[in-house]
């Protein structure tokens, strides 16, 4: 890494160790330029989103390895899901921290907190299997072969999700794949971004006298398609916040059906992307404006839909007045 007092850095490399560290620079405020001929999925998403600039080049001796790391001292290997949190490190739990610092091999996503792995020991093997939206990714059974396989070598393993690994996390089915397997498998939870995105923009989910719960639901898939099994009318009629996660491209699709289906078309509605990062954007409309205010933005977001995304919570607040 070579830095100069404009705040720019360029780093060498293109693998999962060469993400963390871009990460970490990112999270300092510094334009980062990465020198690579290939880069993990995870660089080329935040190259993608114009985060980073990627050139493409060979980088005599890079940093890249390959070798899988010996178990330390374990005689059988374990794996551990983490809740990485929504991207800040300092949202990473304590117990997840150590579960990393005591790992043989890091199984990562593009959404986990990169940052928290540039520390690491250099012997620390990190695989990037990265999902990007629209792009490059990892089938899920081929990680999951990847936590078995690495745990049956007598490693300790770690895979490092974003958010909680319950919530749309598919942490369940990695569980299930390790029990299968005989693998013993541990979860350390994480902060959601279905509760944290919001939080980050000053936004809280439930708020007393304005609403007394929150659903969240995934917009992976529109309304009206045949894998969907949400029940929009339901929904429009529950009173509660409505948290969306994944739901970036279906966003205006997701709105239309709930005011279809009778919720307030002045609603309020904010979409809050790259939360707890230092590329966090925040809008702000109702339910019938949102898709057309926040058509600039790209995943990963998080829209809240519900009065407690309005301007005026605080003069509508219940606080200092009895139950
Ligand atoms: C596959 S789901 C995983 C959710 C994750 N397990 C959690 O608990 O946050 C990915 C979605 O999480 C949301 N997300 C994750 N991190 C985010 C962030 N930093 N800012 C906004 N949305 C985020 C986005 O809706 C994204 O499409």
Do not use: Y
Not at 23 to 48: F, K, M
Not at 98 to 114: F, H, N
Not at 252 to 260: N, T
């Amino acid at each position: 890494v070579s830095t100069d007092i404009t705040r720019r850095v360029a780093v060498l490399g293109g693998d999962a160790r060469a993400a963390a560290e871009a990460s970490r620079w990112l999270d300092q405020g510094v334009d980062v330029t990465v020198v690579a001929a290939e880069v993990t999925a995870a660089i080329q998403d935040l190259a993608d989103r114009g985060l980073l600039v990627w050139v493409r080049a060979e980088v005599a001796d890079g940093p890249d390895r390959q070798d899988d790391p010996s178990p330390a001292g374990r005689s059988e290997g374990s794996v551990t899901l983490v809740g990485g949190g929504p991207g800040d490190p300092g949202l990473l739990t304590v117990a997840g921290r150590e579960a990393l610092e005591s790992a043989d091999v890091v199984i990562t996503d593009r959404l986990a907190p990169l940052t928290s792995l540039a520390t690491l020991r250099p012997e620390v093997r990190i695989i990037d299997v990265s999902k990007i939206p629209g792009g490059r990714s990892t089938p899920q059974e081929e990680i999951d072969c990847l936590l078995v396989e690495h745990a049956l070598a007598g490693r300790s393993v770690v895979r490092l999700k974003g958010g909680d690994p319950f919530v749309f996390g598919r942490g369940g089915e990695e569980v299930a794949a390790c029990e299968a397997a005989g693998v013993p498998v541990t979860v350390i939870p994480g902060v959601t971004s279905a509760v944290a995105a919001a939080a980050a923009a000053g936004i809280p989910v439930t708020h007393r006298g304005v609403t007394q719960g929150f659903t969240v639901i995934s917009g992976h898939v529109p309304p009206d398609h045949p894998d969907s099994t949400l029940d929009f009318a339901a929904l429009a009629r529950s009173g509660t916040t409505l948290v969306v996660l994944m739901g970036v491209r279906t966003l205006g699709a997701i709105c239309a059906a709930l005011v279809d289906a009778g919720l307030d078309a002045n609603t309020p509605a904010a979409v809050v992307a790259d939360a707890t990062r230092p590329s966090q954007q925040v809008v702000r409309g109702t339910v019938s404006t949102i898709d057309q205010d926040a058509r600039d933005v790209r995943p990963p977001a998080v829209a809240v839909i519900g009065d407690v995304a309005g301007p005026s919570l605080r003069s509508r607040s219940s606080l200092g007045t009895d139950r």
